[in-house]
């Protein structure tokens, strides 16, 4: 149901005499639902700049939020939106902050006559389509929120570390599916290329379980750097992936492998003091 031009009037004004009283009584009952989460004089402060959006597309004779006249309003239920979002509240309660105009618009109203319900029920379904377009609004926000922290997780659980002048490692720990093993290669590529390091160790201690396309991953990693000059040395076989290796059939080839980092530190060791022995 939209508002006819008439409707919206009454409720633009209705929202301008009675500014006060609505703000009081919308600030108070956001402050109930978000359980004092937010400051009085914080809520207070965008209960009024909503009041005033609202208040401005009925003004403009907006009949639903997708009017050009409901511009101004959209854009301030997106910021509500994306300010929750960051904050940790719900998109329930976010959604609440703007389902509460209507309360408080019922409590200053005066429903003596049919006319009066009906207009009220008009902009309730504005209201609804407000509330409606912050949850969506709200879910935007938050899916590019997680999607940042995911790509953070995935950069800081993927760390290259400089364990010896030329030598670089790189601790897996988890599960190494194909996103991953991407940042793997493209971050062990990077530190080759800034440290001038002709090893790298891949530990792999980290790693619940190896099967065939985690060790897939690991040898395309492995032929990556090798591409660019730089030997690689696998750790951290234990005997229960040594077995699953060996099950498998999976071939490394020429690849050095040690049981522990440790034990590929001291084999890199070794390896450079022949180098320059000769």
């Not at 006319?115 to 609804?128: E, I, K, P, Q």
């Not at 040395?233 to 440790?262: C, M, N, W, Y």
């Amino acid at each position: 149901m939209t508002l006819s031009a008439d409707e919206a009037a009454r409720f633009a004004a209705l929202l301008e005499e009675n500014q006060e009283a609505l703000v009081a009584a919308w600030t108070d009952r956001v402050t109930t639902s978000l359980r004092g989460r937010l400051s009085h004089a914080e809520l207070q402060r965008q209960t009024s700049e909503m009041r005033r959006a609202f208040q401005q597309a009925l003004a403009g004779a907006a009949q639903d939020l997708t009017t050009e006249a409901a511009g101004e309003l959209r854009a301030q239920l997106a910021d509500l939106s994306a300010t929750r979002a960051r904050q940790g509240f719900t998109a329930t309660e976010t959604a609440v902050s703007v389902f509460a105009l209507k309360e408080a618009v019922l409590n200053v109203l005066d429903g003596s006559d049919a006319t009066t319900l009906r207009d009220y029920v008009a902009f309730s379904s504005f209201v609804d389509e407000a509330a409606l377009f912050t949850f969506d609004s709200y879910v935007r926000v938050r899916e590019e929120l997680i999607a940042d922290q995911a790509e953070q997780l995935l950069e800081l659980s993927t760390p290259v570390v400089k364990l010896w002048e030329g030598v670089v490692a790189v601790p897996l720990v988890g599960t190494l599916d194909s996103a991953r093993a991407q940042v793997v290669m493209e971050r062990l590529l990077q530190t080759l290329v800034d440290t001038g390091s002709p090893y790298a160790i891949i530990d792999i201690t980290g790693v619940p379980a190896v099967d065939t396309q985690v060790a897939q991953h690991v040898l395309k990693t492995v032929v990556a750097a090798r591409l660019m000059g730089a030997d690689c040395i696998i750790s951290g076989i234990r005997p229960q992936i040594a077995q699953t290796i060996v099950a498998l059939g999976i071939e490394f080839g020429d690849i050095a492998t040690k049981a522990s980092l440790a034990d590929a530190l001291r084999y890199v060791l070794a390896q450079t003091g022949k180098k320059k022995g000769r």
